[in-house]
């Protein structure tokens, strides 16, 4: 079976043959890496884009990457573009970091992503990090995106602990679609987050209202390293997929389907 882990933190350096071989000894077939986080420099965000870039590059049919952009900084949608137009990423990651996605001034970055057919991987949930900052990452505010049609985004952590309300804003870009899948700009990702007493409900809550080709499969693990926790979410995921009794074919497509088709591969 195919798998694909959408959610893969670069926290430092690493080669490119090293995270292959750490993804072959878990099963997994193409890791998205997400380049190192920066909060406050335009200079140090773009450093780590570049580095990110080559690493994927070094191994494109294995290995891709997510930008990690501060939609604030200064000249961050020039970032993005070139992230997306000329450094192979394909797509970025983004942390509502004391701000909120409905504030005027991030609509010309909104604007920016939509003119370029942007992939967004946002936190949503609780954030255990960034200060104060998880009352940002309610996903209720990311309904402003449906002003911007062309822009795709998945919702990480299945928004935990705002699980639910994380299901009505795909409900909410569900009816903005017309309900025509191809126009249905949201999905979900399920990166733990959620605790053991409640995730058997919130992933069977999530398929049964957003159906398995919204749902895409993440670890939330971190390299250098050996990719441990990708194996244990991995495991565990697996055994609650086979508790839910999905079929061979909804289990794939949320092991690799929905990222390849939010994410694809840059061949």
């Known amino acids: 079976m195919r798998i694909v882990d959408c959610h893969v933190h670069l926290n430092g350096e690493v080669s490119a043959a090293d995270v292959v071989k750490a993804a072959d000894a878990n099963g997994v077939e193409r890791v998205i890496l997400i380049s190192k986080p920066e909060r406050v420099s335009t200079r140090q965000t773009r450093d780590n884009m570049l580095y990110a870039s080559k690493l994927a590059a070094a191994a494109r049919d294995r290995i891709s990457a997510l930008a990690w952009i501060n939609p604030t900084l200064p000249g961050a ?3 993005a573009a070139e992230a997306l137009e000329s450094l192979g990423f394909v797509g970025i990651k983004i942390i509502p970091d004391h701000w909120y996605a409905y504030e005027e001034r991030l609509e010309p970055f909104w604007e920016r992503m939509n003119s370029l057919h942007a992939s967004i991987l946002f936190h949503t949930g609780i954030l255990y990090g960034n200060d104060d900052g998880s009352r940002f990452c309610q996903p209720l505010y990311l309904e402003k995106l449906l002003h911007y049609p062309r ?17 009505a804003v795909m409900g909410r870009m569900r009816a903005a679609a017309n309900y025509d899948p191809k126009g249905w700009q949201s999905y979900v990702d399920l990166t733990p987050g959620t605790p053991k007493h409640i995730r058997k409900q919130a ?4 398929i049964a209202f957003c159906g398995v080709e919204r749902i895409m499969f993440g670890s939330d693990s ?3 390293g050996t990719l441990t926790y990708q ?13 839910l009794r999905l079929t061979a074919a909804q ?3 949320i092991l690799s389907g929905t990222a390849d088709e939010l994410f694809p591969a840059k061949r």
Do not use: Y
Not at 151 to 165: K, L, N, Q
Not at 203 to 206: F, I, L, W
Not at 236 to 242: G, I, N, R, T, W
């Open 251 to 253: 289990k794939e497509r």
């Open 222 to 224: 971190t390299l250098p």
């Open 203 to 206: 992933v069977a809550n999530a």
């Open 77 to 79: 949608a020039e970032l």
């Open 151 to 167: 822009i795709r985004f998945a919702m990480a952590h299945i928004s935990w602990p705002w699980c639910e309300e994380c299901l």
């Open 231 to 243: 194996k244990q979410i991995l495991g565990s995921d697996l055994q609650l997929f086979d508790s």
